[in-house]
């Protein structure tokens, strides 16, 4: 599903003139796991979002903002925007994975849960049963 959507994004992209990121490396993948491992510990769920990444190594559409892995683009790296949203004590126990204009979605490790949190609040708009779900929704999002 993650795989359609992403190729319905391109199609609209490519009426542009513009490309979606390729895949992520298999080293960019090592550097991410490494990362969330060091940030998190072993229960990092950060290979079901790898399977993201194995289709577009970040994506930006119609407001919507997905994290990569070393991309050309800061607003897009996944490392660089925890650094930024961790600055906040209360930011740390999330993983973040995204974020729009009002909101983020994000990985509670406190709760092993995928949340969107509105940003100005940081209250829970809505949680997922998996990483693939929230993603699926967030590809929705931008399509409607």
Excluded at 91 to 115: A, R, T
Aim: with cysteine; glycine share 4%.
């Amino acid at each position: 599903m993650i795989e359609k959507l992403i190729n319905e994004i391109a199609k609209i992209e490519a009426k542009y003139d513009e490309i979606l990121p390729a895949p992520a490396t298999l080293e960019e993948l090592e550097i991410l796991k490494n990362w969330a491992t060091d940030l998190f510990g072993n229960d990092v769920p950060i290979e079901v979002y790898s399977q993201f990444l194995n289709n577009v190594n970040s994506l930006q559409h119609n407001g919507i903002f997905l994290y990569g892995v070393n991309t050309q683009n800061a607003n897009l790296d996944i490392i660089e925007n925890n650094k930024i949203w961790h600055d906040m004590t209360e930011h740390k126990k999330y993983l973040f994975f995204g974020d729009d204009d009002i909101s983020w979605y994000v990985w509670d490790s406190v709760v092993n849960e995928f949340q969107l949190l509105d940003k100005p609040s940081g209250e829970i708009m809505e949680t997922f049963e998996s990483c693939n779900s929230m993603i699926i929704e967030a590809l929705e999002k931008v399509l409607d």
